[in-house]
């Protein structure tokens, strides 16, 4: 197991949040425009994270919050027997760390799928800015609330839906938040191998890759090695079932 970067680093770039390509879809926009250059200086930014390392391990003592800048940052824990459970998949703009706060230690780990970045931010720095900018507060509470309604209601809806409607859902829901970041929807290259899919859909290795033989028989996709096209987006919201429309559109 590799280890976790070390929190000495320093990053790699001096951009600053408000020239960040991500800056729509970070945090950082909620912060007062007064607090950016404060917000600018404590920030670690486009810290390496070479693929298959660590950003931290279960256990460790939780020091700072982290953004993804590039690339996919997988999580998971380990059973009692010692077994992967993987509880998600995190793309750029999306914080990881906050399960973290309650106990001040991470109940799970965070490794990197493919060469990532990520930006850093020391949490007792963090947590001044939380107690002097209202807007930042609500914001962290709203993204807290809602990563723990996505799960539950994800773990319920997969509990009840067999294997064709619950790899809908996944490339669905993978397809709409690569939109929201201004990427291809339509096309997009999987940083996930099936094991990991097959892992998190609660589904064999092996019935992963006959549910999207299916589906690229009947032309709702096209797959080739990780790389994915959706034919048909209106086939796979009929195999996800409709009435999770709403669900595939905000969780993640």
């Not at 930042?136 to 839906?161: C, F, H, P, Y």
């Not at 996930?192 to 690229?216: G, K, P």
């Amino acid at each position: 197991m590799s280890k976790p970067i070390p929190l000495s680093e320093k990053g790699s770039s001096s951009v600053s949040c408000r020239d960040c390509g991500l800056f729509d879809l970070c945090f950082a926009q909620e912060v007062a425009e007064s607090r950016r250059d404060e917000l600018d200086r404590i920030i670690r930014r486009q810290r390496p994270l070479k693929r298959e390392a660590h950003l931290f391990h279960a256990g460790q003592q939780f020091r700072s919050v982290c953004v993804v800048q590039s690339g996919t940052v997988k999580t998971y824990q380990l059973s009692s027997e010692g077994d992967e459970i993987v509880t998600g998949f995190h793309l750029p703009g999306e914080l990881i760390g906050l399960d973290a706060i309650g106990k001040g230690r991470h109940p799970e780990f965070a490794v990197a799928l493919d060469d990532s970045r990520y930006c850093d931010i020391p949490f007792r720095d963090f947590q001044r800015i939380l107690d002097e900018s209202p807007s930042v507060n609500q914001l962290m509470l709203k993204l807290l609330s809602a990563d723990m309604a996505e799960t539950r209601e994800l773990l319920l809806v997969i509990g009840r839906m067999d294997a064709r409607a619950r790899v809908a859902t996944f490339l669905l829901n993978m397809s709409r938040r690569l939109a929201s970041r201004g990427e291809d929807d339509m096309r997009f290259r999987l940083a996930m191998d099936r094991r990991d899919i097959a892992n998190y859909l609660s589904l064999t290795i092996e019935t992963v890759s006959r549910t999207l033989s299916w589906m690229q028989k009947e032309e709702m996709l096209s797959v080739r090695g990780k790389l994915v096209q959706l034919l048909d987006r209106d086939a796979l919201l009929d195999t996800a079932g409709r009435e999770h429309e709403e669900l595939l559109a905000h969780a993640g």
